[in-house]
Structures are given as structure tokens and as C-alpha cells.
């Protein structure tokens, strides 16, 4: 007997209720600011609970393929063609698809690029204060900068910087969620004189703006913010920079071996490659990486000139590295703090509380979150001021 799956009836779309979403005087939907997993594109959600049940008539859910399937593979490879259109990633780089988040990356590395020698870090935010403290466990971590004196709100000078002349890598974090700092050029090494490739952290602005390869040896992030879901991490590694893993380095973690199995060495996340694939079909439709910074430019500088002329609000940020991604901020007042959120939660403005190291508020203005987002909170954040004077 042959058995056939019956697929059950499409969802009723609920009644509407007297939720946040209604309640709003701002908006019709709740906009969601977390520094991650964050906002993703409305239209990649609908279009993955879509197919949720059979993925372009094979009769399968992308969560139920084989990864060696030809559905699988199909998807695979279209999404990482997209991303190295998207990037513009040169030729002589590969692009790996891996678990275990950015902190795992950070034994990770050490463990290919070290080779049992120094790497230098500069400390911009509590990322690059991890990435640091997990290196040490696998390689001589050197400080080479850090702007913890104060309270990182500002990036060293790269010619301040204490670089070994036998650094196998020099890491930094492009963007500091907590923090709110972001390098808006990426440094030149060469210029600094200095060989070692450059490792970047770029979890939570990659694909916001463009990068410069000619400058980077290593760049690797979760998706969980920009990209798609948690669970895939991004490895962007130049070729002559694999093949150099200790012989400790667990194989599915040795760059060279995940690169020649095309990053198929182990199961790799086949869920959230395809969404990450939706979101980059997301991104070329939208204009690509060029249109998406412009959007992100547009969305920072309204709202750091709405808090520059607060009188309750403020960033402590030094304004030339403000980062246009994660924006925190304070009450002037912090007694009013719960109130703020409170409100900004009925009002259908979502993960606005900062992190627990740092206190205040915070406001993640990642690629999914659109023009009327902020406009949203403005509006909130004015009307709270008004009330509150």
C-alpha cells in the first residue's frame, strides 16, 4: 500500500483583538528593536510559512530535505551565490556556512590562523573583550588597544595601536551591539606596517553596508541580525589563510576541510541557510547592499538627531563612531525608565530595554527594520518627553 500525506487546510487568519497591535496610535503592527534574533523582512516570514509544507512542489519542507538532496543543493547554491553578489566577495575567498555562533569563532580562529603563535586584539566593546578572553585559550591574545577606560564610546586611533611584528592575525568587532560604536572604515594594516591578515567580527552589520576585501583576510558573524535565524554562523576566509589548522582542531572546524566539502564536511544548518537565502533575495529586491546603507544612513541620523535636541534623552557615543545598527540610549531620569518601557510596549514598540551590563535603552536598526519603525519610536519617545516635562 502506498501512502500518501494529506496536507492539512490553510490557517484562518485570526480575528483581530484588543492587542498592542490595535492599540497604537503610531502604527498597525508592533515593531521589534532586539539586538538579537532580530526583525527579519515581513515578506521572507510570509513567504517561508508558505512553504513550510512542500518547498516548490517537491513534497517536502526545506526542514525535511536531505542537505546532499538536489532540493538542498539547489538552495544551497543559490544562496551562496547571491551572498557573494550581495558582498561582492572576490574569487579568491571562500565562503563557508557554519554552527556555533561568533563566540565559537573565536576558538575557532585561533585554532586555523594562529598557528600555535600571537594574535593581536583591539577592544572597542564587551565582543571584542570576549573575543579576546576566548583566544587566549588557544593562542598568545595581545592587547593591542582597548577603549575600556572610557566606557567604550570611542575607537582608538589605529595608529595608537600596539601590533606585533609577529601577530598571525589582528581582530577586531566592526560593530559592538552593547556599545553602540562601529567602525565606519575598516583599517588599513599595510598602511599601519603591518602583514597579518585582519580578522573582523561583523556579526551585526554585515550586509549593511559594503566591504572592503582588499583589507580583510577573515570576516565571519552569526545571521541571527542581519542574515536571518540563529543557529547559522558566516565564514568569509581568504584561500591562502586555509590549510593552516593545528592538529588539535576538531575536522569540522578546520577551515580547509569545511572549503573543500563546500561547507557540507557535517550537516550544516539547512534551515537557516534557506532563510538567510530568502533574506538575500530580500536585499538584491530591495537594491542590493548600496540602496540598504543609504536606508540605514536615513534611519540613524533621524534618530540621533531626534535625541541630539532631547532634553530627556541622550547618546554617549562619540559621533564620529556612532553606530548606525544598535543605537543605545538613556533617560536623563532613570527613575522613569519603567514607565518608558511600559509605554513603548503598549505602544507596540518592542525590546527597547539596553543590556543588563549597561543599563538604559537600546534600539537595533538592523536591515529589516523599516523608515516607519523609527518614525514610530520618535513619535512614541516625543509624546513620552511632552508628558513627562
Known amino acids: 500500500m502506498r501512502l500518501t500525506r494529506t496536507m492539512p487546510p490553510p490557517l484562518a487568519k485570526p480575528a483581530p483583538t484588543n492587542s498592542t497591535r490595535t492599540e497604537s496610535p503610531y502604527m498597525k503592527r508592533p515593531?521589534?528593536?532586539s539586538a538579537g534574533p532580530a526583525t527579519m523582512p515581513e515578506a521572507v516570514l510570509q513567504q517561508a510559512a508558505a512553504e513550510m509544507l512542500d518547498w516548490h512542489g517537491s513534497g517536502m519542507g526545506v526542514m525535511e530535505m536531505s542537505h546532499r538532496g538536489k532540493e538542498f543543493i539547489s538552495i544551497y547554491e543559490q544562496t551562496e551565490a547571491d551572498l557573494r553578489e550581495l558582498l561582492?566577495?572576490?574569487?579568491?575567498?571562500?565562503?563557508?556556512?557554519?554552527?556555533?555562533?561568533?563566540l565559537a569563532e573565536?576558538?575557532?580562529?585561533?585554532l586555523n590562523l594562529a598557528r600555535g603563535g600571537a594574535a593581536d586584539?583591539?577592544?572597542t566593546g564587551s565582543w571584542g573583550q570576549k573575543s579576546y578572553q576566548e583566544a587566549g585559550k588557544f593562542c598568545n591574545a595581545r592587547l593591542a588597544a582597548s577603549t575600556q577606560g572610557n566606557g567604550f564610546?570611542?575607537?582608538p586611533d589605529p595608529a595608537s595601536w600596539q601590533l606585533g611584528a609577529d601577530s598571525a592575525y589582528v581582530h577586531i568587532c566592526s560593530n559592538?551591539?552593547?556599545h553602540g560604536v562601529e567602525f565606519h572604515q575598516l583599517p588599513d594594516l599595510k598602511?599601519?606596517?603591518c602583514n597579518a591578515p585582519l580578522v573582523v567580527d561583523f556579526s551585526s552589520n554585515v550586509a549593511s553596508r559594503p566591504v572592503d576585501w582588499s583589507r580583510v583576510g577573515l570576516a565571519f558573524g552569526g545571521a541571527q541580525k542581519n542574515l536571518g535565524p540563529a543557529g547559522l554562523t558566516l565564514v568569509i576566509v581568504r584561500d591562502d589563510l586555509l590549510g593552516h589548522a593545528v592538529p588539535q582542531c576538531p575536522s569540522a572546524f578546520d577551515?580547509?576541510?569545511v572549503a573543500e566539502a563546500g561547507s557540507m564536511y557535517n550537516t550544516p544548518p539547512t534551515y537557516a541557510i534557506y532563510m538567510a537565502g530568502l533574506v538575500f533575495q530580500w536585499l538584491k529586491a530591495q537594491g542590493g547592499v548600496a540602496a540598504i546603507e543609504a536606508a540605514n544612513i536615513a534611519k540613524a541620523q533621524s534618530f540621533y538627531d531626534y535625541l541630539d535636541g532631547s532634553q530627556l534623552y541622550e547618546n554617549r557615543v562619540a559621533k564620529d563612531c556612532r553606530s548606525r545598527m544598535n543605537i543605545p540610549f538613556f533617560l536623563r531620569d532613570e527613575s522613569r525608565n519603567d514607565a518608558f518601557l511600559a509605554g513603548a510596549k503598549a505602544a507596540g514598540l518592542l525590546q527597547l530595554k539596553g543590556h543588563k551590563s549597561v543599563g538604559g535603552m537600546r534600539a537595533s536598526l538592523y536591515n529589516a527594520m523599516p523608515i516607519e519603525g523609527v518614525q514610530a519610536l520618535v513619535a512614541y519617545m516625543q509624546e513620552f518627553e511632552r508628558t513627562q516635562a
Do not use: S
Open 88 to 102: 561582492a566577495v572576490p574569487a579568491n575567498f571562500r565562503i563557508l556556512f557554519m554552527q556555533g555562533g561568533a
Open 106 to 110: 573565536n576558538a575557532i580562529i585561533p
Open 176 to 178: 559592538e551591539t552593547i
Open 153 to 155: 564610546t570611542t575607537l
Open 191 to 193: 598602511a599601519l606596517g
Open 121 to 123: 586584539f583591539v577592544v
Open 255 to 257: 577551515y580547509k576541510l
Open 31 to 33: 515593531y521589534n528593536f
